[in-house]
């Protein structure tokens, strides 16, 4: 069992950085794959990014909305998860919920899939 702690959210400009980080508490971090979802106001949580358990090969996944802009890395050392996120667009504001669970392959980015969820953290980008 693992409980997910984001951090990293704030206000930036478009065209602004930010990094997301995750810390999850527990002793089996590295068995599970972790993910990035948001929500904005009035819509549906979707999916960012994820990536995989590095004894399975560490893939990782993006939304197409993010990809090219947004990179999720981890470090089992640390148990963390961070998603690093370029080129911020205000369609990007939204609360960052950081995920664990154990999706196959092609279930990564179906929030059914994972078991563990954070609080959340505001990322608000200004035009």
């Known amino acids: 069992q693992v409980q997910p702690v984001e951090s990293g959210g704030g206000l930036v400009q478009a065209g602004g950085s930010l990094r997301l980080s995750c810390t999850a508490s527990g002793r089996t971090f590295s068995n599970y794959a972790m993910g990035w979802f948001r929500q904005a106001p009035g819509k549906e949580r979707e999916f960012v990014a994820a990536i995989d358990r590095v004894w399975i090969g560490g893939s990782t996944y993006y939304a197409d909305s993010v990809k090219g802009r947004f990179t999720i890395s981890r470090d089992n050392h640390w148990n963390t998860v961070y998603l690093q996120m370029n080129s911020l667009e205000p369609e990007d504001t939204a609360v960052y919920y950081c995920?664990?669970?154990?999706?196959?392959?092609?279930?990564?980015?179906?929030?059914?899939?994972?078991?563990?969820w954070g609080q959340g953290t505001q990322v608000t980008v200004s035009s």
């Open positions: 995920a664990a669970g154990r999706p196959t392959s092609t279930m990564m980015g179906v929030t059914g899939k994972y078991d563990y």
